[in-house]
């Protein structure tokens, strides 16, 4: 099956940084999406990025399916961004995998 | 609000016991997914439904079983339970089955196996 890999694995950031998460696929891809796991454990629907580029607020994503890799841009970042990110693909037969997070604490 | 109702939302029980977690997908959503997420783990896929029939297993054990019915709701059981059963299951639903569209996740449920 499709392997994700996602980095970084943990990451600490003071209020108000920027960062950027990575998403790696092992193989061609017919869907992409984020989650964002909140410390309460709710899994909210962050991007559905098969390719290209969105945006929504402090957050955008891009998804480069040729070279098979996705980037979560957080900018400005703020303490309630903390939790852990997810990356979900879907490969062949419609199974969805996903990555094993990249945990974020935002620190004030 | 995904629209993905989870019930119940914490269950504690006994090794051994049998438990049903329940879903109801999004209103017109077709597929249904579980997920099991044990503590600090990542989310592994149990299953897929899509209009009452199976359609991708993932790391399901024998113990548990699914199924989803004619109106779309899904339920997982899970039997003879064990310790490292204790985790938080997932349902997800979308709603196209030729290929997957935005997965959308119920808030959970929380089972403790004591």
């Known amino acids: 099956g499709i392997q994700v890999e996602q980095s970084p694995p943990d990451l600490i950031l003071q209020e108000g940084a920027n960062s950027t998460l990575r998403c790696n696929f092992s193989d061609s891809v017919n869907n992409l999406q984020w989650f964002h796991q909140n410390p309460w454990g709710q899994l909210i629907n962050l991007f559905y990025?098969?390719?290209g580029t969105k945006q929504n607020g402090r957050l955008s994503a891009t998804t480069v399916a040729t070279e098979r890799y996705s980037l979560l841009y957080i900018s400005s970042s703020q303490t309630t961004d903390s939790g852990v990110y997810f990356c979900a693909v879907t490969g062949g037969y419609q199974k969805v995998t996903f990555g094993i997070g990249t945990k974020l604490q935002v620190i004030p | 609000d995904s629209g993905v109702t989870q019930t119940p939302k914490h269950l504690i029980t006994a090794t051994g016991q049998r438990v049903t977690l329940r879903c109801s997908p999004r209103?017109?959503?077709?597929?249904v997914y579980w997920y099991q997420q044990s503590l600090d783990q990542g989310l592994q896929f149990l299953i897929q439904y899509y209009n009452g029939e199976e359609r991708a297993k993932g790391n399901i054990l024998e113990r548990f079983s699914a199924q989803q019915f004619p109106d779309l709701h899904s339920e997982l059981n899970l039997s003879s339970l064990e310790l490292g059963d204790s985790a938080l299951y997932f349902c997800?639903?979308?709603?196209?089955?030729?290929?997957?569209?935005?997965?959308?996740f119920g808030e959970g449920s929380r089972l403790t196996v004591l």
């Open positions: 990025i098969p390719s």
């Open positions: 209103s017109g959503d077709l597929s």
């Open positions: 997800a639903s979308s709603a196209r089955a030729g290929e997957t569209g935005e997965l959308f």
